[in-house]
Antibody
Framework: QVQLVESGGGVVQPGGSVRVSCATA????????MHWVRQTPGKGLEWVAF????????QYADSVKGRFTISRDNAKKMLYLQMDSLRADDTAVYYC????????????WGQGTLVIVSS | DIVMTQSPDSLAVSLGERATINCKSS????????????LAWYRQRPGQPPELLIY???TRESGVPDRFSGSGSGTDFTLTISSLQAEDVAVYYC?????????FGQGTKVEV
């Protein structure tokens, strides 16, 4: 059974940094692309970043480009999102998601981790 | 960016009755080379993450009940729940995966 478990959320000051992680199990992590998707009450669901299974391609939403960095450790079956220069509008639940059937499809989701950017 | 617009924003349906949700994309999500529509539907129950129901506009994900069906092509799509069950009270989202950035509709809340 596919399992995705996010961690690392919390309260961060504006301009600060945080790294959220996603531990995976139940599938061949190194074979699949992975995403971060965030959700806010105001803006709904927003795709944030993607990393190909072999690290050869990383993509970012314009709203986070230059501030967020997606990475993965295939040996540890872990996905990461380093978030720097955080702003209030980055406040959201951050989900990791796995693409199986197609590159931009979110076949499996974690439960999410809440990041609050506030002073 | 492709803008996804759902209608209605909310919908009240009696248990056992049909629910229909529409989704319109600002440009076609049909890839003519393989004749596939890059359109998915998700259900998000209260307090839960979204879960994939339908992809390629009409293919049910494994384990999804057959009361869920998807239709449409190009820019106009529909999700139908043929007989609403209590566990279907949720917010439903359409999403295009035709081109990056992948974008979602604003959601349709289905209530009893």
């Amino acid at each position: 059974q596919v399992q995705l478990v996010e961690s690392g959320g919390g309260v961060v000051q504006p301009g600060g940094s945080v790294r959220v992680s996603c531990a995976t199990a139940g599938f061949d992590f190194s074979d699949y692309g992975m995403h971060w998707v965030r959700q806010t009450p105001g803006k709904g669901l927003e795709w944030v970043a993607f990393i190909r299974h072999d690290f050869s391609n990383k993509q970012y939403a314009d709203s986070v480009k230059g501030r967020f960095t997606i990475s993965r450790d295939n040996a540890k079956k872990m996905l990461y999102l380093q978030m720097d220069s955080l702003r209030a509008d980055d406040t959201a639940v951050y989900y990791c998601a796995c693409s199986v059937a197609a590159g931009g499809l979110f076949d499996y989701w974690g439960q999410g981790t809440l990041v609050i950017v506030s002073s | 960016d492709i803008v996804m617009t759902q209608s209605p924003d909310s919908l009240a349906v009696s248990l056992g009755e049909r629910a229909t949700i529409n989704c319109k994309s600002s440009q076609s999500v049909l890839y003519t080379s393989n004749n596939k529509n890059y359109l998915a539907w998700y259900r998000q129950r209260p307090g839960q993450p979204p879960e994939l129901l339908i992809y390629w506009a009409s293919t049910r994900e494994s384990g999804v009940p057959d009361r869920f069906s998807g239709s449409g092509s190009g820019t106009d799509f529909t999700l139908t729940i043929s007989s609403l069950q209590a566990e279907d009270v949720a917010v439903y989202y359409c999403q295009q995966y035709f081109i990056n950035p992948y974008t979602f509709g604003q959601g349709t809340k289905v209530e009893v």
